[in-house]
């Protein structure tokens, strides 16, 4: 059975030999506190799944994209229903909003967060299937589609993300990307939420989120409509794009696959928390 484990998993990820479902010591040590504590059993049965396993499971559906009802038995992750159940429970507990805080408070302890800019873009998803925030797509014929809206630092490092219906103005979402960006302390003094200055493409271009962010102290650097091309700000905005790849790196969520939009939005709130987890790293 562990062989057929193990084939089962080579087919999934091809010739990667690492297996980025693992949950680290390290990681495990910042998720675990956040997790809410388990109800009483009220019926006998089947010992609880522990959660760490629980979670590598999850991870194996980010990673790979496999749906759930097929997710490998044999690799001891616990039934793919029970996966998703925890994934929504602690996506409803606002566990991925937490972990996401304490990782950008132990890269600004390290001054390693760059609020001289912040820079916003967003991507857009097929959606499998119709539901809330799902729209008919501009570029896909109208098929149902959804946008992945996100908001990094200066180094690209992920301070925000939002899902809306495919057929949503990006310019909309400037300022509830702003509202998310969370109170990030580490540092003697206040906690800090505000970058000095937005870069954005010309599909933000509009006079009135530029009044809206000079009232909010932030310099707007955003690229005009009917200007030709050659702004410069390609040398400061590929951040974002890198990132946004990076989202896309995850398999699951390169075409919207959940009815549920929740159950979506859990999945991007943990690839950001897994991709800043990737800078701590690197840079702490």
């Known amino acids: 059975m562990r062989l057929l484990a193990c084939l089962l998993v080579g087919l999934v990820v091809g010739k990667r030999q690492s297996r980025p479902w693992i949950v680290s010591d390290e990681l495990w040590s910042l998720i675990e506190p956040l997790l809410p504590a388990p109800g009483p059993k009220l019926v006998e049965g089947r010992p609880r799944v522990p959660d760490r ?20 038995q044999e690799l001891g992750f616990g039934s793919g229903m029970t996966c998703w159940r925890r994934l929504a429970a602690w996506n409803e507990a606002g566990v991925w909003d937490q972990l996401h805080v304490v990782l950008l408070k132990e890269l600004r302890s390290k001054n390693q967060l760059d609020w001289s800019r912040a820079v916003i873009d967003s991507s857009h998803v097929r959606a499998a299937r119709p539901g809330p925030k799902s729209g008919p797509s501009p570029v896909d014929r109208a098929r149902p589609g959804s946008k992945h809206h996100l908001i990094v630092d200066g180094q690209g490092i992920p301070l925000a993300v939002t899902l809306t219906g495919g057929n949503r103005n990006d ?12 109170a990030v302390a580490g540092l003697v003094g206040r906690p800090r939420r505000r970058p000095d200055a937005l870069l954005a493409e010309r599909g933000y271009d509009h006079d009135k989120y530029r009044r809206l962010l000079w009232q909010r102290g932030i310099r707007p650097v955003i690229a005009k409509r009917g200007q030709p091309h050659g702004s410069g700000l390609g040398i400061f905005r590929y951040v974002v794009e890198r990132t946004i790849s990076w989202l896309h790196g995850f398999r699951r969520l390169r075409i919207r696959w959940e009815r549920r939009d929740d159950i979506h939005e859990a999945f991007l709130g943990l690839a950001v928390c897994l991709i800043t987890h990737r800078h701590v790293q690197r840079l702490c």
Request: proline fraction near 9%.
């Open 53 to 72: 396993q629980a979670l590598c499971g999850i991870l194996f559906v980010l990673h790979t994209g496999i749906q759930w009802e097929y997710l490998p």
């Open 171 to 182: 310019v909309t979402q400037l300022l509830p990307l702003l509202d998310k960006i969370p």
